[in-house]
Structure formats: structure tokens, C-alpha cells
């Protein structure tokens, strides 16, 4: 069963406004939090992250939201760039281990 | 280059024949991940090392699936009599904190 969810497959968001792309999750046990970035033909790249014990964190135009009662997430880019158009996977784990993913959102930022 | 390796790119096979992946990862990195990634889904675990012990394997890791990492450094993905259904890209990664840095990954085509 998918313990991360990405129930928006697409997002499109015109230059210079706000992308939000959102993730919940299922297992209360997920202490970390992060987000990749995928382009074509590419491994995923590390974005950013947030621990269970904050509700955000900022780095740039990118800020991820946590909120652990609705098991809920969020990725906030502003302001968005064409450079910015990419796959964006959320992911969590429980210590040290591995991560679960979720579907993906693909961005598009239009110029 | 420090980034996490991958060898091949890509891989086209027949079905029945065999294929071994390599991943060189960060050297200073103790833990080594293996995850598949089919189209329209995020990357899923497959297995995962620390330093050359085998730690934990996916239920997705059949037995036509072998893993090794023999001196803590670069390990090989072996599948055996390849199916249709392995077609995938394969990406390796490789921590020492929280995140992991994937590789490119391999794309395995089987005929």
C-alpha cells in the first residue's frame, strides 16, 4: 500500500507565481521528510527537508510545510521559474532507513 | 567527480537472459540504497547496505534478484532469466545523514 500520496499527477503555474505541491502520508511513525527533484533521464536530486519536530522550514524560494495532525505536507516555490519545471517526488522515512516515495507531481512553469 | 556513479545508462535485453547493474556510490558513504522506478510511479526499495552487509530487501526483491556489495564499496544489481515486467529504471544511492544522492540510474529494456 502507498504510504505516501501525490494525488496531483500534473501542476501548471505561470512564471513568477507560487508553486504548491502537496503530499500527505499514512504512517505515524515517519519522523523525515523530503522533497526530490527529478529532470528526463536523471536521478532524483535532494531539495529539501523538514524533521517531524518543526512545521517549517525554508531554504530560497522554497519552503516545505508540515503539518503532523493531517499527516500533510507541502512544497512552496517562490517565485516560480521555468528552470523550475521538473517531476517533484516527496519522500519520508523512519530513522536512519530507507525512503517511501510518492507518485510524483510533474511542474510546469510557463513562461 | 564525487556524485554517485552508475554503469550501464541503459541496458536493452531479451527476455530469459541475465544482466548485472554496478553502482559506484560517494566513497565516504557507508550505506548504499537500491530502488526501481516504473513509469508514473516514484522510485521503490528495493534493498539496502551498510558498508557490505545486507541489511533489508523489499518483498519486490525476488529470488531471480541478487545484490552485492563485497568490500563496502561498489555493488552489483544481478537479475536473473529477465521478465518483461523488470523494464524499469533502476537508481542506486548512497547516504551518510538523512538524504540520499542518487546516481543517473540504468533503464532496463526487456524484449
Known amino acids: 500500500d502507498q504510504q505516501v500520496k501525490q494525488n496531483s499527477p500534473s501542476l501548471s503555474v505561470q512564471e513568477g507565481r507560487i508553486s504548491i505541491l502537496n503530499c500527505d502520508y499514512t504512517n505515524s511513525m515517519f519522523d523525515y521528510f523530503l522533497w526530490y527533484k527529478k529532470y528526463p533521464a536523471e536521478g532524483p536530486t535532494f531539495l529539501i527537508s523538514?524533521?517531524?519536530?518543526?512545521d517549517k522550514n525554508e531554504d530560497g524560494r522554497f519552503t516545505v510545510f508540515l503539518n503532523k495532525s493531517a499527516k500533510h505536507l507541502s512544497l512552496h516555490i517562490v517565485p516560480s521559474q521555468p528552470g523550475d519545471s521538473a517531476v517533484y517526488f516527496c519522500?519520508?522515512?523512519?530513522?536512519?532507513?530507507?525512503?517511501?516515495f510518492g507518485t510524483g507531481t510533474r511542474l510546469t512553469v510557463i513562461p | 567527480d564525487t556524485g554517485v556513479s552508475q554503469d550501464p545508462r541503459h541496458k536493452i535485453t531479451k527476455r530469459g537472459q541475465n544482466v548485472t547493474f554496478r553502482c559506484d556510490p560517494i566513497?565516504?558513504?557507508?550505506?548504499l540504497y537500491w530502488y526501481r522506478q516504473t513509469l508514473g510511479q516514484g522510485p521503490e526499495f528495493l534493498t539496502y547496505?551498510?558498508?557490505?552487509?545486507?541489511?533489508?530487501k523489499s518483498r519486490l526483491l525476488s529470488d531471480r534478484f541478487s545484490a552485492e556489495r563485497p568490500k563496502g564499496s561498489f555493488s552489483t544489481l544481478e537479475i536473473q532469466r529477465t521478465e518483461q515486467g523488470d523494464s524499469a529504471m533502476y537508481l542506486c544511492a548512497s547516504n551518510r545523514a538523512r538524504f540520499l544522492v542518487f546516481g543517473p540510474g540504468t533503464r532496463l529494456t526487456v524484449l
Open positions: 547496505f551498510q558498508n557490505e552487509a545486507q541489511l533489508e
Open positions: 519522500a519520508a522515512q523512519t530513522g536512519a532507513n530507507n525512503l517511501f
Open positions: 523538514i524533521s517531524s519536530i518543526k
Open positions: 566513497s565516504e558513504h557507508n550505506r
